[in-house]
T-cell receptor, first 114, second 110 residues
Framework: NAGVTQTPKFQVLKTGQSMTLQCAQD?????MYWYRQDPGMGLRLIYY???????DKGEVPNGYNVSRLNKREFSLRLESAAPSQTSVYFC?????????????FGPGTRLLVL | GQQVMQIPQYQHVQEGEDFTTYCNSS?????IQWYKQRPGRHPVFLIQ?????EVKKQKRLTFQFGEAKKNSSLHITATQTTDVGTYFC??????????FGKGTRLHILP
């Protein structure tokens, strides 16, 4: 099992450009999450999807959109990138309640917006 | 809204010394999880606490969940260089949302 995979690993964008970060999990998990991590700020939830077909806003959703394409895939889109979106983006998944609440993280995407 | 505060933000200890990080929530939590993130890597799950007053141990790591389910701590006995990293708590509130603390970065002095 690959667990949680993310592409790309690194990306440099110019202000105003758009891009989609891809995430996939092979653990048959119901829930998937997108976080951003900035120095000294910990992990902040952007969007999450409790199950296929549903998405909800997290703590910092502005400037982002998401798509839960199917049970395996959850993508994050930046329509018009801004320098404030320079960050490390982590995707995570979890199985559900109880011990299934454990979140498994992908390796991250490092994004630089110039 | 729900807030999860974690202290200290940074901690430098001599190898062999003990280390503790504390997590405090503004609201009662359903459960709390702890994660470790090595430099340049992704966070990795350590443990989940659910019951009031719960204490769990993993080798040199001891995790506690407060009686009021609003605070938690992680204590490492006799730190080793492999303990270097950032430790995060993540609390699930009554609204079912998970909030991560900002983490405690542990640095070990040889």
């Amino acid at each position: 099992n690959a667990g949680v995979t993310q592409t790309p690993k690194f990306q440099v964008l110019k202000t105003g450009q758009s891009m989609t970060l891809q995430c996939a999990q092979d653990m048959n998990h119901n829930s998937m999450y997108w976080y951003r991590q900035d120095p000294g700020m910990g992990l902040r939830l952007i969007y999450y999807s409790a199950s296929e077909g549903t998405t909800d806003k997290g703590e910092v959703p502005n400037g982002y959109n998401v798509s839960r394409l199917n049970k395996r895939e959850f993508s994050l889109r930046l329509e018009s990138a801004a320098p404030s979106q320079t960050s490390v983006y982590f995707c995570a998944s979890s199985g559900g309640t109880g011990s299934g609440e454990t979140q498994y993280f992908g390796p991250g995407t490092r994004l630089l917006v110039l | 809204g729900q807030q999860v505060m974690q202290i200290p933000q940074y901690q430098h200890v001599q190898e062999g010394e003990d280390f503790t990080t504390y997590c405090n929530s503004s609201t009662t939590l359903s459960n709390i999880q702890w994660y470790k993130q090595r430099p340049g890597r992704h966070p990795v799950f350590l443990i989940q606490l659910v019951k009031s007053g719960e204490v769990k141990k993993q080798k040199r790591l001891t995790f506690q969940f407060g009686e009021a389910k609003k605070n938690s701590s992680l204590h490492i006995t006799a730190t080793q260089t492999t303990d270097v990293g950032t430790y995060f708590c993540a609390g699930r509130g009554r609204d079912d949302k998970i909030i991560f603390g900002k983490g405690t970065r542990l640095h070990i002095l040889p």
